[in-house]
């Protein structure tokens, strides 16, 4: 793997080039490759948490952990989103390596993320399991997934 390192930030802790970076990264490949018609800037950006992994060109990979206070499912404040990993650095594992960092975090906090359905294994290897039905957004299958609290160790 070429160098690279993960980042975990606040909002107000990124700076300009890291912003746009990481917008780079999701609109190239949510709104480019994806041709997803959603709005990507949903204002949520601002309270989330941002954890990435940089390289020489850029960010690499990427996705937010939102907090919500009144839970969509079950005692899931915690939420996983906009997980994206550049064209050029799939198949690496760096995804699953941001997901081991916000369970490291977390992981005693019951979580939930929305899976575009082909990634949902992905998911699983972390103890997300699918509930509902599939359904679309943006154009493409999702499915949601829970992760309920592990015990402190």
């Known amino acids: ?19 746009y970076s990481i917008m780079k990264l999701r609109t190239d490949v949510f709104l480019v490759e994806q041709k997803v018609d959603e709005e990507e800037l ?14 020489a060109i850029g960010t690499a990979a990427y996705l937010r952990v939102l907090f919500d206070d009144s839970p969509e499912h079950l005692d899931a404040h915690r939420v996983v989103g906009r997980v994206v990993v550049r064209q050029d650095r799939r198949g690496e594992g760096l995804a699953q390596i ?9 992981g005693h906090e019951a979580m939930m993320l929305h899976a575009q359905e082909y990634v949902a294994p992905l998911y699983a290897k972390a103890g997300f399991s699918a ?4 359904y679309d957004e943006a154009g493409i299958a999702h ?7 592990a015990a402190p160790r």
């Open 1 to 19: 793997m070429p160098d690279c390192s993960l980042v975990h930030k606040q909002w107000g802790e990124l700076t300009t080039s890291e912003l």
């Open 42 to 55: 949903d204002n949520r950006d601002q309270v989330a948490e941002h954890f990435y992994i940089a390289d």
């Open 98 to 106: 941001l997901l081991n960092r916000v369970l490291s975090l977390y």
């Open 131 to 134: 509930f509902g039905e599939p």
């Open 143 to 149: 499915i949601s997934m829970y992760r309920p609290a």
